[in-house]
Nanobody
Framework: QVQVVESGGGSVQAGGSLRLSCSAS????????MGWFRQAPGKEREFVAA????????DYGDSVKGRFAISRDNTKTTMNMQMNSLKPEDTAVYYC????????????????WGQGTQVTVSS
């Protein structure tokens, strides 16, 4: 079993940067694909990014490509997401997720979810 906890959210002005982190507990962290999702008020959950268990495969949502970058350190059981050139439309609660199958992360078919961390971007 894996438990994930997000951190690093906050408020920033448009054009600024934030770095989110996801800490995971459980011996099998390195076997899981990891991903980030977000949900803004009144909107459906949106896929943001995913990384395979070994870090070899990456996938990003169209709205964040070129601005967000994810990385993971299996020795520290952490995953990070650097968010640059932030826009007001990036405002949302961001969720970390873990899943067995990398190919299914994008569709939200994950096994574990974090509680979420708020990101607010002001214009």
């Amino acid at each position: 079993q894996v438990q994930v906890v997000e951190s690093g959210g906050g408020s920033v002005q448009a054009g600024g940067s934030l770095r989110l982190s996801c800490s995971a507990s459980g011996r099998s962290f390195s076997n899981y694909a990891m991903g980030w999702f977000r949900q803004a008020p009144g909107k459906e959950r949106e896929f943001v990014a995913a990384m395979s268990y070994d870090g070899d495969r990456l996938d990003y949502g169209d709205s964040v490509k070129g601005r967000f970058a994810i990385s993971r350190d299996n020795t520290k059981t952490t995953m990070n997401m650097q968010m640059n050139s932030l826009k007001p439309e990036d405002t949302a609660v961001y969720y970390c997720a873990a899943g067995v199958f990398y190919e299914q992360i994008r569709r939200g078919l994950v096994d574990y979810w974090g509680q979420g961390t708020q990101v607010t971007v002001s214009s």
